[in-house]
């Protein structure tokens, strides 16, 4: 694993630096982090593939805690998520880095930030879980950028919202270890896995990942109580055949059940993608057919209009109970605990109370903190590496 001479200085006196645990030492003298299956393997000053975990006195440490690239209150749709908490706001939020290299990164100015002074925002759990009671919001996420990479931040931040009865919510490519899986998901209330594309080439060339990992992470949350959804992004020529998408549907209904959410979204021209023209609506609608017609009840498609693709359709009478038209909802017919008006069937989903009134609503808000990010947080010394 190559890694990259330190570009700015590590130090643990800096508040926004803490320790963590999943790393251990090698014979060699360098130090592996433990997080994801990157492995990289460090030396004193270096930081890793993600760049804002790092090697300093000794340790693996976290240099982004309290530090956000900016909130900004959205509604849960755009996540996405079409199950949980329907309509509501959610206070979103990311820090800098990204343990994956996609090529095609729809956030590549935040994941593949270099600069640690992007992140101009700081926060500390508490004032953060505060601010999202001020502003209305049902929910925290971790977005812009994978919340594994700052798993102790984001873990704290969901404790204290959990405290205010706030929801967590992880948008993640599911790329983590085992170990800091089952400590990381224990946090959080509701996930959407981004499902790159269903074949190993891809995942290795485009993503520099491997996708058997991501579908262990998807198999260890079917088993939990958090809630997940999936999103599958359509690049014309990469990962459109009606082949690869019909062995994805496959595993999801074998692997998953039939009522996993699917979203399928339009990719734009970005990064070291741009030769790549914008996916035709025509494309998501094809993918969405073929989902349907593998026994998935709920397949959506993204970042376009066509209320046809986004509605929930009851999956007993077959009545449309919830119409979207790109993150709002034109008309709603689910009781409050997500049950059909109709005819009563439950609609796979967390539901607590009458639908949200967000809209779809984008409100930036600069968060106010005067109290050092890495003071109040959970006292994360001495350390205790995993072994
Ligand atoms: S979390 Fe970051 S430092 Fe740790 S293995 Fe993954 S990329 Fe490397």
């Known amino acids: 694993m190559a890694t990259e001479p330190a570009a700015d200085l590590l130090s643990l006196d800096d508040p ?205 949350l079917r088993g939990t109580d958090v809630w997940f959804e999936i999103t599958t992004l359509l690049i014309p020529g990469h990962n459109d055949s009606d082949e690869e998408i019909a062995q994805e549907c496959d595993w999801l209904v074998s692997h998953l059940g039939p009522d996993v959410p699917l979203h399928f979204s339009a990719f734009h021209p970005d990064f070291k993608m741009r030769d790549v023209p914008r996916t035709p609506p025509a494309t998501l609608s094809r993918a969405r057919r073929i989902a349907l017609d593998h026994g998935l009840r709920y397949v959506y498609t993204g970042n376009v209009h066509d209320p046809d693709g986004q509605t929930t359709v009851c999956p007993s009478c077959s009545a449309p109970v919830v119409v979207r038209d790109w993150y709002v909802i034109g008309s709603y017919e689910l009781t409050d605990t997500g049950h059909c008006v109709h005819c009563g069937a439950p609609v796979p989903g967390r539901y607590d109370g009458p639908v949200g009134g967000w809209g779809s609503r984008r409100l930036p808000v600069r968060l106010q903190d005067p109290t050092p990010a890495g003071a109040g947080a959970h006292d994360r010394r001495p350390l205790a590496p995993a072994s």
């Open 16 to 220: 926004f630096t803490v320790p963590t645990a999943y790393w251990h030492a090698l014979p060699d003298g360098r130090i592996q982090c433990d997080v994801c299956p990157r492995a990289c393997r460090l030396r004193e000053g270096q930081r890793g593939l993600c760049f804002v975990r790092g090697r300093i006195d000794d340790q693996i440490v976290l240099a982004s805690y309290g530090r956000s690239s900016g909130f900004c209150v959205d509604p849960v749709e755009k996540k996405p998520l079409n199950h949980f908490l329907p309509g509501s706001s959610v206070l979103s939020f990311g820090t800098a880095g990204c343990n994956l290299g996609c090529r095609f990164c729809q956030n590549w100015d935040i994941s593949k930030s270099r600069e640690i002074d992007t992140l101009t925002s700081a926060a500390s759990p508490d004032a953060l879980a505060e601010a999202a009671v001020r502003l209305g919001c049902r929910s925290v996420a971790f977005t812009y950028n994978d919340p594994v990479i700052f798993m102790e931040y984001a873990m704290d931040v969901a404790d204290a919202c959990r405290d205010r009865g706030i929801k967590a919510i992880a948008v993640s490519a599911g790329y983590i270890n085992p170990e800091p899986r089952v400590e990381f998901y224990q946090h959080m209330d509701a996930a959407n896995i981004d499902l790159k594309a269903f074949t190993d080439v891809f995942y290795e060339k485009i993503t520099f990942s491997r996708l058997p990992v991501v579908l262990e992470t998807l198999e260890y």
